[in-house]
């Protein structure tokens, strides 16, 4: 199930924190989302890791998974699977303040089977699924609360988690190069292509700067911000932090889910609390 990868589900209150809407009412019903997206994650993941079963035999952590392992048998996992999906779709039908975050459990769960069976084995579709998966559960937060969401966020975070996709396909193929393999086993990538993932990668993670830069002339900012210019400062610490993740990822020391390497890594938690306590005070 990987509740460690419930961290990424923790974007569902990205709404909530971005448009200032800090009322019990509000944090209920983003914490409703946060259960339905772990729980329609983890059905997945249990479907993933029985599709890859004999890939995950033989990578080198891959293969202590537990259905690769053999702890987990393949029925039950899909049993489990069943159940937690509809757990999901139960938690979004009644939980929710519309219809419309029923629908982004929906598409999320759809678009991540699909990932699984299919698309993570197409050139580059596989990176922008992943960048999408990651949007959804941000406008599943914004469905589940009812917080009309601003362009400047869904820009930002699209470019934001494109980049952290390709950091991942990247930390995979140096992974690859360092065992002596040339291909990746169910994908469509040969370690050749790390240099140019890297390049979109970083291209991407600019991008992202660039328009939380330009909204600070939007007029959310003087709507929400009493004190923009603190915002300002959260720049240099997002170029820092992106390109930090970057040379690390080339030098290969970022293992194959940046993100798990972000919950244990205290520099970018220290970056992550510094640029939170920015817009705190810019918000006083």
């Not at 959804?136 to 937060?141: E, K, P, Q, V």
């Not at 917080?147 to 991942?168: M, Q, V």
């Not at 396909?169 to 990538?189: D, I, K, M, T």
């Not at 790390?194 to 830069?213: D, E, K, R």
Request: hydrophobic residues 55%; charged residues 15%; proline residues 3%.
């Amino acid at each position: 199930m990987r509740p460690r990868q419930w961290l990424k589900n923790l974007l569902v209150f990205a709404p909530m924190l971005a448009g200032h809407a800090l009322d019990t009412s509000t944090l209920l019903q983003s914490m409703l989302a946060l259960l339905a997206f772990s729980l329609c994650a983890s059905s997945a993941y249990l479907l993933n890791d029985v599709q890859d079963v004999e890939a995950d035999r033989l990578h080198p952590i891959k293969s202590a998974r537990p259905i690769a392992a053999g702890r987990l048998s393949v029925a039950l996992a899909r049993k489990s699977s069943a159940v937690l999906a509809l757990a999901a779709l139960a938690v979004a039908w009644y939980g929710a303040a519309g219809p419309g975050f029923f629908v982004a459990v929906v598409v999320y769960f759809m678009l991540t089977l699909a990932y699984s069976l299919y698309l993570k084995r197409l050139l580059m579709v596989d990176i922008v699924t992943l960048s999408i998966l990651y949007t959804l559960r941000i406008l599943g937060g914004a469905a589940s609360t009812g917080i009309e969401l601003s362009f400047w966020l869904l820009t930002f975070s699209f470019f934001l988690f494109l980049s952290l996709a390709l950091l991942k396909r990247h930390s995979e193929l140096h992974s690859l190069q360092a065992r002596g393999l040339q291909r990746s086993h169910g994908r469509g990538y040969a370690t050749g292509d790390s240099l140019p993932l890297g390049m979109l990668g970083m291209n991407s993670a600019f991008l992202s700067v660039l328009i939380f830069a330009l909204y600070f002339n939007s007029a959310n900012v003087i709507r929400l911000y009493r004190h923009p210019a603190y915002l300002f400062a959260v720049l240099p610490l997002l170029i820092f932090w992106l390109g930090r993740m970057w040379l690390l990822s080339f030098r290969g020391e970022v293992n194959e889910d940046p993100l798990l390497y972000v919950s244990r890594d205290k520099v970018s938690l220290t970056v992550i609390a510094a640029s939170a306590g920015l817009c705190v005070l810019a918000s006083q």
